[in-house]
């Protein structure tokens, strides 16, 4: 049987932050080029916004025009002939819906690929880790219930001290040893707490740990979601 091909465009909505977009186009084209082979790679269309405008939306608590402003970029990519939209943060899917709704596109969403990542793994009680908005909102770990899973977040300090180093440092290209040792404390005691696996629920803690640094698996989500973007695509 031939190897499937590329048929169906991704329309991704990146620069959330612009660091953490990076790995989806190599991640994508990764997985095109070891399912598909030869010189395959994927058909995508990349709208990069601004993330300081959203990041004071954030800030402000105003999601209402954070998500008019994701329903802008994904009206242009179905404009530029994209088949399926892909939204390249964790935190940003609070505003999911707007976004569904400005088109008539698929939304591939990112928890739904965490979701099957955990669940080929057999795990059922995770840890979170992501910016405070992805922890202590409800919308990410109420899909994952929905799935199933049991999520457990870390403490209030931890929450803090993770938001601050994803900000401050890790949107910024900044990666520091006491970061991720930090990092490390945090894990352990999610894992303490019961949890037999840790979803790096923002796009780019993954550029600062790895399963050296954990005892249990870690799920990175930008990955698995990337992955999934890719298979997708595929006819």
């Known amino acids: 049987m031939d190897n499937p091909i590329p048929t169906k465009t991704i329309g991704l909505i990146g620069g959330m932050s612009w660091v953490s977009t990076l790995p989806y186009y190599r991640h994508i084209n990764e997985t095109i080029q070891r399912t598909c082979g030869g010189l395959h790679s994927a058909r995508l269309l990349l709208y990069s916004v601004d993330f300081h405008d959203l990041e004071v939306l954030q800030r402000a608590g105003d999601w209402d025009r954070a998500g008019q402003h994701l329903a802008s970029a994904a ?21 999911a819906a707007a976004v569904e709704a400005a088109t008539p596109l698929p939304l591939l969403h990112i928890a739904d690929a965490t979701a099957d990542g955990l669940a080929a793994a057999g795990l059922r009680r995770v840890g979170l880790l ?77 550029l600062l740990v790895d399963a050296s640094d954990a005892p249990v698996p870690l799920f990175d989500t930008g990955t698995l979601h990337a992955e999934a973007a890719a298979l997708q695509s595929l006819g």
């Open 75 to 95: 009206k242009a990519l179905h404009a530029g002939g994209a088949d399926f939209l892909v939204l390249c943060s964790n935190t940003m899917h609070c505003v």
């Open 130 to 206: 992501g910016t405070r908005f992805t922890m202590e909102q409800p919308f990410y770990r109420e899909r994952l219930a929905e799935r199933g899973f049991e999520v457990i977040v870390p403490a209030a300090d931890d929450r803090a001290l993770v938001h601050q180093v994803i900000y401050a440092e890790l949107c910024q290209g900044l990666l520091r040893d006491e970061s991720r040792q930090a990092f490390r404390d945090v894990m352990a005691r999610l894992v303490a707490a019961g949890a037999e696996g840790i979803i790096l629920g923002c796009t780019e803690i993954g």
